[in-house]
């Protein structure tokens, strides 16, 4: 894809839109930042490259104004999905997709860099990341620091599209695997489970990092994380109390998490959250066929039923 | 008595009020014997039953959590108990990833006339969590 | 906050293994509790006054009866703290007798479980809001289900009291079942004669709009306004030109049709009227056997109908009828004799069920009251009763007693010896339940005076031999095997919920039990009222019941929809989910889960979208209270926080 | 070539008093190319004593020889003996219904049953694993005037939550394969009635009574023959035929075949091969009576032949009247 389509794309919609999402370059040359682009100048900030991982579609939701969005293949469900709830007015959006290679996860770059200062990052041709830091260059291939979810996408390419930067990608990942990271962890004995989790949990400091990051907590302020009318959790820092939030934002999703993992991203504490409501996704899957935001016209499974379930079989004592 | 008897594991029952606080009833009224370790909370509906109280008392010391409702079909409320089936199924699927033994939670459909199938199910699901013991170690059994 | 907590012994009821004086001094200690005492019957007069003084003299303002199940004085103790001055939604119940005292052995630990569930009724008083009920006006129609007696009853009375009625039949006629009987028991009155000047009644009520051959198709809102859609069959006659004369039914080539009416007793033409009493008197096409449907050609009756009222191209009407209240009269069923292939699972042509008899009786019936078998035609001598066919007999799934089916049987026998003097007739019986007035000297006389010969015992099989029936039982009496070549064999086969019972109760919302008949609100204070407040029964289909019982029903369920009837308007329940505008983020999935689209989309000044709740249409589910991600929409008197300050209270790490 | 392979549990009686049911069936089977391996050291199955003492012990006995034909790996076993197949079923179901009483029972055997066999009547092969038009396939030969009461006996389908085959009040199993052989089967009302087998020796006046019955019924029913598929049923009535007759003043002299014999005789199996020699009540005339089906379609064509001519006559003969007539009243 080249950079030149995407910005000759964005300039095309700026016509029709008060506002464009993209990417620009962050604080430093490992972090792409969301940019808002309002005169045509502001084109030219424009970037594009597997730095640029945040889920530009959750913005949507809080804006009034017609927006023209870039989207990945991933971030590309959520808007399905705002869909499927009407949550949006999909007359007022005008989605740009890219098809993504896929992208890098900035923790394990640091990790690979021992959190040294950055002074550049470029990217090969063979998907290699090289990246220069003080003590020197560290070459890495892409696919050693990619984050988890780019190792199943099955969605390389946007589900849903008014302009498309580039030749749509076919994904190579077996979709079988998909949950298998699920599957295995679920083979663990019953306390060997429990024990993770506590220790994850453990670590939680409450900061609602992962809420807030999160395009499908539409509750926004009004999280009853926070609230006392109805009072579900207490500001006591215990365990307990972290685990039910988890449990909360976990349920909240359920049938309707895309996956994006925009709360592993922002958890600052490297809590795997994403991985309770893909296991609540796998089960939607075999009970209800359901995936979350492949297609606009499905209805999410908690909000409707069947009188007859054909997967649900009445449980026995 | 000389000997204390078996100790009461922590057991808290969601039931809709038209169908399974009814079989409740009935059972009561035909003197149906039961374990004494259920603790019964009324709601109007098991779609009422958002499964946060379920993990809500699961994580604050109930060692089992009961829901029952009207049978499919039967509901006061018409379609209640249809989205209650979907949300407990989830849940149900979602506990033993946490490392909590699913067979701790029971969901199931009691009708106002069922009172023997009730005190069956209270009677087996209490064994159930006396087989499994308690949720929370290094809490006690009460009584 | 002061909660006064009463305590109530029931007598010995919860007293007895429930130390309830123990409880209310471990309640004393619960922070809140103001007030807490036992006392032996608190839903007694003193018991009450009690309350009222305690509230005044303790200056409490929250309620916690412990007592019986809410189901049973919720109301009582509501009303109790209302002339008290409190709101009555500041009142919890803990039901410490149907689910502590009652079910359980051990006082210790009743004890400890009731104190914790009184604990819980307390947090949750706590969290209580006090709830007003606003009005609404109600459609003083009522939908009667079923025009057999005791829906015909209740359509006549409610009629008469000048409400409009509208009564829907799933037949071709009103009637039900007992316009197939011959005679009535204990008086041997006709049964239509008696039964036939209420139908033409029913049918000349001006204010009972009569729908024959019709179905309930769907219903939908809440007492005092219902909507109710109402399927007519397609009869293929045009009853506004059908004049009932019987021509076409008298040339119709198709003879082999089922009779309904008289259970398969003898063959009917493909257009018939079912009786000669039919209410209405109109002709129906049954397309399974008329030869236009199932051969594509015939019109036979087409062309001698004097009014042309016979259309083939007919097609089912749906019609909407809205009403305030609904009596369910839809009777009941018999069971098939294919569950009986120890008596010939009704291979045999002369093993018939009791209500075939009847036609056979019934002067009106395919034989014009003649006795005769259906295999020859002859008239039989010997004629064997089997009571309980069915009945009482677990394995088949029916432990209970068909209510009516000893009476009748002694009827038959009665019948039988003054149709056929030189007959004998036997009866095989388990018990005689015959405790109406008059009954047990009637089932006598049958005995007495037309010497028929009860033997207490089964019988375990029926087979042929020749032209006879061989009865194979037992006499335990005797002690003995019994055999009795029969030329004819009665099942007095078992009472069943009526045919698409359970559909019907779920259209309502209202329950059935294990074997599909409606179930009462209480079995014995109100034996007429379902749980589903506008719904009320009538007659056979909340049990087994004979037509006296039935009329009475009738009568009770009508005068039930009068009083509702009285006012003008009815106070609409307040637990019904509210909004908070302030957290509403608008995301509206409560609109999307609700069942009875009680939620709508309201635009705030500022431009913001939040759910608003229509007060009457809701029910008081809460499935959007589990719906709201936020917790901005909660069902009153069922919060989050109530529900939680009860989880709270018991689940303590 | 054996289309399927069945492990054959043929039990005490017919090694014995039923060795022609054994004859017979073994050669039905091999017509119908079905496949059969009797299990090696099989041993009592403990029908009728044993279960009145001891549930578990019981079970053990039949279970030890479900664990024989387990390991042969035909997945069923076939038993010609209701006797045998319903104690072999209450064990089979028994242990994997309850797993606590599996565990009991295994603690008796040296190896333990897994649940892996299902016990079938031969009955219930022959109708739903081979199949009346295979069945049918077969027939060579006809028993015209042989009509036949089947007698299913008491345990056959009953109770029906072990039996789990056929109708328990109104068995048609017998009926059906009788028919597809082109035997005609009376309506008999006694299929299931209690013959007394059991208590012969006991009480005996009972069991002629009881027999007298069953046979009587059978002769009412237009029959000139019985089948059954049971050992004891085919003893009782066949056996004690005479004793009835002496004790009951009746005469009877009514066949009771096995209904793999009378199927065995429309494959056109030699009588030698079917035992037809070991019955009591001698059923030679049926065998006598045996034609093949060609020639019985000779002489179905014959007759309606015979049928058609006399039709023919009879019409023209009522036209000749019809003439008559017209002439009459043009006259």
Redesign the interface.
Known sequence: MSLDKLKQIITDVMKEVDVVIGYKQGFDPLHATPCFITKPEQVDQVIWNPLCVQNLASYLTSLKKKVGVIVKGCDSRTIVQFMQEGLIDRSKVVVIGIPCTGVVSVRKVLEKVKHEPIEEVKFSDDGMVIVKTPSGETKMALSEVAPDKCETCQYPTPVLYDHLAGEPITSTKDPQSVFKDIEEFDKKSLEEKKAYWEKEFDRCIRCYACRNACPMCVCQDSCIAESREPHWVSQKSNLTEKMMFHMIHALHLAGRCVECGECERACPMGIPVNKLKRKINSDMKVLFGYEPGVKPEDKPPMFTFSVEEKNIEEHKL | MSEVGPKELRIVGFLCNWCSYGGADTAGVSRFKQPTDLRIIRVPCSGRVDPLFVVKALLNGADGVLVSGCHPRDCHYSDGNFYARRRLEMLKRLLPFLGIDDKRFHYTWISASEGQRWQQTVTDFTKQIHKLGPLHSGKEAQQ | MRVGVFICHCGSNIAGTVDVARAAAELRKVPGVAFATNYMYTCSEPGQDEIKQAIKRENLDRIVVAAC????HELTFRRTIEKAGLNRYFLEMA?I????S?????K???T??AI??IK?AVAKVMQNKPLYSSSFKINKRVLVIGGGVAGMQAALDCGDGGLEVVLVEKSPSVGGMMARLDKTFPTIDCSICILGPKMVDVAQHDKIKLYAYSEIEDIKGYVGNYEVKIRKKATYVDWTKCTGCGLCMEKCPSKNSYDYFNFGVAPTKAINIPFPQAIPKKAKIDPDFCRQFTKGKCGVCAKICPTGAINYEMQDEIVTEEVGAIVVASGYGLIDMDKF??YG?G?YPDVITGIQYERLLNASGPTEGHIVRPSDHTEPKTVVFVSCAGSRDKSLGIPYCSNFCCMYIAKQAILTKDHIPDSQSYVFYMDIRSPGKGYDEFTRRAQEDYGAKYVRGRVSRI????KKLVVVGADTLLGTQVEVEADLVVLATAVTAAPGA?QL??KL?I????FGFY?ESHPKLRPVET??SGVFLAGAAQGPKDIPASVGQGSAAAAKVLALFSKDMLESDP?VAKV?EN???G???CK??C??GAIQEKELRGGKIVASVIETVC?????C???C????I??SH????Q??A???A???? | MAEKEYAYYTGCSLEGTAVEYDMSMRQVFKALGVGIIEPEDWSCCGSTPAHTVDRVFAAALAARNLTIIEKMGTGIVTVPCPSCLSVLKRAHLGMTQDESFRNEVNELLDEPYEGGVVPKSTLQVMLEDVGLDAIASKVTHALPGLVVAPYYGCILTRPPEIAQFDDPENPVSMDKILEAVGVKVADYAFKLECCGAAFGVPKRDMVNRLTYRVLSMALEAGANCIAVACPLCQQNLDLRQGQVNSTMGSSFNLPILYFSQIVGLTYGLSPKELGMDKLVVSADDIVRSRITIEELAQREANAKAAEAEAKAAEKLKKAKAKEEDTKTEET
């Open positions: 199940s809410p189901r049973m039901n007798r149907e689910h502590i009652w079910v359980g052995l051990d210790e630990a009743n400890i479980k914790e569930t819980m292939p120890e699972g291979r087979y042929p031999k020749g359970a109760a779920e919302h329950s059935y039990d294990t179930v749980n589903t637990a908070n957290t509403c983020v995301c509206l999935k999307l889960t069942p009875f029910a008081g589910c809460g499935v209270t589990s719906t991600p936020c917790g901005a909660q069902l069922f919060t989050d926080n529900l939680l009860e989880v709270n018991i689940c303590q790490k």
